[in-house]
Structure formats: structure tokens, C-alpha cells
């Protein structure tokens, strides 16, 4: 097959694309990691430059297949490098009960304590995926670019980003604002991102059983989902995402038999997308209700 190269008006096909002059631009930079020297400097960990280390599968022990009614700032039950997948959708700091009023600058710190924590537990190679949602209206606040300022912090490196789409635009669906003026129209939001990010290197250096099927593949590594959201009511949980979504993320990102792990688990849905899939599981939250809640959903699931 004729490879590809990066042209002034683009390519058609992408198969063997050589983009060896992109990556050689100064965007890049000389250590070629796309992420600014700034937040680089900025990192708690020893950075985004580690020497790959070969690190054997850890042995499941009582600490899998598990929730913890604890903060994960504090994963102490968690080995080092034993996690392949982590994917959360964190609270978003917007008032729901379980949630402290924190100032930005405490939120980010929570955020980037877990991260941290997270970036311990992950094989190298392993990814983070995070769902969130930008907030407000005056002014916006662009979350998904504060949690790429936190993470890159940690250490992570950037991956991807997916915009799940929740539902389409309809007549009366809009925000309003100052209606069919200029003066202050409003934006609705009908997207969340999910950001994905990896630990030290883009490729897993070890090698399982993926159950991805290839409709399923390519579907999933197009950067728009539509996948509907799920109704809070009916899972007893005020801000619950659609197992689906969290099915999709664990097939594109994890073999059968991995550990999956939420950081902010809420009322299970990651742990109990895991337990169907095949994987292992461990779950981390505050709310004593919600930790139950998840137990019994996992108790009612069959494992694949």
C-alpha cells in the first residue's frame, strides 16, 4: 500500500499515512509530546518523560471486584501499576446534594489529588478516560480545558477527545437567551466530552483478548457518540451516565480480565459495565447510599 503524507489539502485516506513531518514541527516540540513546557514544569510527578517500565500483571487479590466507601485522594488499597482502565465521570461541583460548595481552585484540587492517585494505580500505557461537561453561561466555564491543564500536571498524556452527543436539537429545544435577538442569546448544551488520557506511553506494551467486534471498532473510534443519556429517576442516582457509554470505553480500551476502576463511582455504573463485560472492578465513593446503591445494582448483574 502507497503510504500518505500531510499535503496542503489533505488526504482522502488515512491507511499508512506517514505523519512523520507533522510530529517533526516545533508544535511538538524536541520531546515531542505536544504539551506545553509550562504545564510540564507545573507536574507533581516526575512528568510526562518516564523511561517505560515493564511492569508484570499484579495478582488479584481481596482488593479487586470491589467499592470503597472512601475518597480515592487516597486509594490505598490499590497497588501501584495495577490498573488498565479507569473511567469516571466526576461531580461537577453544580450543588447536587452529595456535592460541598468548593471554589474552583478546590475543586481543581480534588481533581488533580485523585489524578494523581489514579496515575499510581495505572499500568503503564494505560488509560484515564473522564467524562465532564462545561458549566455556566455568564461567564462559561470551560471545564474540559481546566481538567487538561490538571491532568497533563500529573503527568498524563493527552490521547483523544470524544464528544457524546446526548440528544439532537428540536423545536422549543434551545436555550433561549435573548430570543431571536443578538443582544444575549444562550447556548444548550447537548454534548459532554470524554477526555482520554494515557499513562507515560499511547500503546498498551502488553497484549489480551479484545471482544470488540469491527462494526463495534469502527464506530467507536469516530470522535462523536450518540449514545442517549440515562434517566436519574430510574437509578435512583441524580446524575448517572448510560451503561452503554461505559461498555463502549471499556471495549475500545481494555482487554477482557482487566481491572477497571472509578475514582468517583456513584451509583456503580462503570463497576457494573465492567462486571457484564468481563473485567474486574473497583469502585471508590463518599456516599455511603450510593456505595450501597452500587452493591446491590453489581449484585443483580451477571458476570459475563
Known amino acids: 500500500m502507497k503510504k500518505t503524507q500531510t499535503s496542503d489539502f489533505g488526504v482522502s485516506k488515512r491507511e499508512g499515512h506517514d505523519a512523520s513531518a507533522f510530529y517533526a514541527r516545533n508544535l511538538y516540540g524536541q520531546d515531542g509530546s505536544g504539551i506545553p513546557r509550562l504545564l510540564i514544569d507545573q507536574a507533581s510527578s516526575p512528568g510526562v518523560q518516564q523511561e517505560l517500565r515493564t511492569v508484570p500483571p499484579h495478582p488479584l487479590v481481596e482488593w479487586a471486584d470491589r467499592i470503597y466507601c472512601h475518597t480515592a485522594e487516597e486509594m490505598l488499597q490499590v ?144 470522535s462523536v457518540w450518540e449514545i442517549p443519556p440515562e434517566r436519574a429517576k430510574r437509578v435512583g442516582h441524580p446524575a448517572p451516565f448510560p451503561v452503554e457509554l461505559a461498555s463502549r470505553v471499556m471495549k475500545l480500551y481494555s482487554y477482557v480480565s482487566d481491572v477497571v476502576l472509578d475514582p468517583f463511582c456513584g451509583s456503580g455504573t462503570t463497576c457494573v459495565a465492567a462486571k457484564a463485560g468481563g473485567r474486574h472492578w473497583v469502585g471508590y465513593d463518599t456516599a455511603a447510599e450510593y456505595c450501597d446503591l452500587a452493591i446491590t445494582r453489581l449484585a443483580s448483574t451477571e458476570q459475563k
Do not use: Q
Open 79 to 222: 497497588p501501584d501499576n495495577s490498573v488498565a482502565l479507569a473511567f469516571t465521570s466526576p461531580p461537577y461541583n453544580t450543588g447536587k446534594k452529595y456535592e460541598p460548595d468548593l471554589d474552583l481552585d478546590e475543586y481543581l484540587g480534588l481533581i488533580r489529588r485523585v489524578a494523581a492517585e489514579v496515575y499510581r494505580v495505572l499500568l503503564p500505557g494505560g488509560r484515564y478516560v473522564i467524562n465532564v461537561a462545561n458549566l455556566g453561561r455568564k461567564p462559561y466555564i470551560p471545564m474540559h480545558a481546566y481538567f487538561y491543564a490538571v491532568h497533563t500536571g500529573v503527568g498524563f498524556l493527552p490521547a483523544g477527545e470524544i464528544i457524546w452527543r446526548k440528544g439532537r436539537g428540536s423545536s422549543g429545544n434551545c436555550a433561549w437567551g435573548s430570543w431571536k435577538s443578538a443582544k444575549a442569546p444562550g447556548l444548550r448544551d447537548l454534548h459532554e466530552y470524554l477526555l482520554v488520557l494515557t499513562k507515560e506511553v499511547f500503546g498498551r506494551p502488553d497484549k489480551g483478548e479484545s471482544d470488540i467486534s469491527g462494526e463495534e471498532f469502527m464506530e467507536a473510534t469516530l
